[in-house]
């Protein structure tokens, strides 16, 4: 049954096909909140142990990872050093983010994320949560530039066709931001930071391995190309790609992806790009913000069960 169906059933089930658009839009923050916490109240007073100990069971937001938390640690505070010592500030982001914040301004659907009460949701990206802290830190009048490194453990509520991909896992993210100062100065620095940082963290992981860097170029595709490869022919050296890509409107101007290469295969490891989100939340169209996240935990899987 689609979505849409179920809701129209439940709608009919409940006597008021209005009632949908009543909630959203006829209670204050504060009064759906209190309406939900009721809610919430009575249905878990119905829940016997037996059955939550079946609901643990069955729900694939709930039960633990299978990767080893000792080295998933470990890695976590290796790479938290090691993006410090280049200039990231490491940051402890909280479980819960501001409701909204991968719909708002991140164009992710909100049926992607596990939405709660008290104006919250479940932490589904931890760069929108980076860009968020840099944005404060410009409304509170700083003018430099800001980085910011963090791990965390997201979860994500689609599926997945893939069984490794997992409803929760643990990824490495970055963000720049500041404003433009001109040239393209803000893009190209934060640009090679960002590589230069994922690229040390992966050849560490896999150091007989080879690399691939791919970019996704949304606009303006040859300028951006030469622009891109005359920034990176003297920083970064690993086979370099380039194709249009102007239909998807996560990032803007371009995106890039780090593979491990594997027998012909391309392995999905680290991806990042320019995002307008800043622009968005400050309302300065001068500010600039790079984002980038790399897979830890399957990094960790891939680097503790070495590829043949």
Request: hydrophobic fraction near 40%; glycine fraction near 6%; aromatic fraction near 10%.
């Amino acid at each position: 049954m689609s979505t849409q169906a179920l809701i129209q059933k439940i709608l009919h089930k409940i006597g008021d096909p209005k009632i949908v658009s009543k909630l959203a839009q006829n209670l204050s923050g504060s009064e759906f909140n209190s309406l939900m916490l009721e809610v919430f109240k009575q249905r878990a007073a119905s829940v016997s142990p037996s059955e939550l100990l079946r609901n643990y069971e069955k729900n694939r937001f709930t039960l633990p990872a299978s990767s080893d938390p000792i080295r998933i640690l470990e890695r976590k505070l290796n790479w938290l050093q090691a993006a410090k010592i280049k200039g990231f500030e490491p940051v402890t982001c909280s479980p819960a983010a501001p409701f909204g914040s991968c719909s708002s301004f991140g164009t992710v659907h909100q049926d992607k994320v596990i939405s709660a009460v008290r104006g919250t949701e479940i932490m589904a990206d931890a760069t929108n949560i980076l860009a968020l802290q840099l944005a404060l830190s410009h409304k509170k009048g700083s003018k430099d530039l800001k980085r910011f490194a963090t791990t965390h453990r997201h979860i994500r509520a689609q599926h997945f066709d893939q069984p490794n991909f997992t409803a929760h896992f643990e990824v490495f993210g970055m963000a720049s931001g500041g404003v433009d100062s001109g040239s393209f100065r803000f893009e190209k620095e934060e640009l090679i930071a960002h590589l230069s940082l994922i690229l040390h963290l992966l050849r560490h992981s896999f150091p007989d391995r080879e690399f691939r860097l791919a970019f996704y170029l949304k606009e303006n595709p040859e300028s951006w190309k030469a622009r891109l490869e005359n920034w990176l022919q003297n920083s970064i050296s690993i086979p370099m790609t380039f194709q249009e890509d102007p239909e998807h409107h996560y990032y803007e101007s371009f995106q890039f992806k780090v593979f491990l290469t594997h027998e012909g295969h391309l392995i999905d490891l680290a991806d990042g790009g320019l995002v307008d989100w800043t622009k968005m939340l400050t309302g300065n169209q001068k500010h600039r913000c790079l984002i980038s996240g790399i897979g830890l935990e399957l990094v960790e899987k891939l680097a503790s069960n070495p590829l043949p």
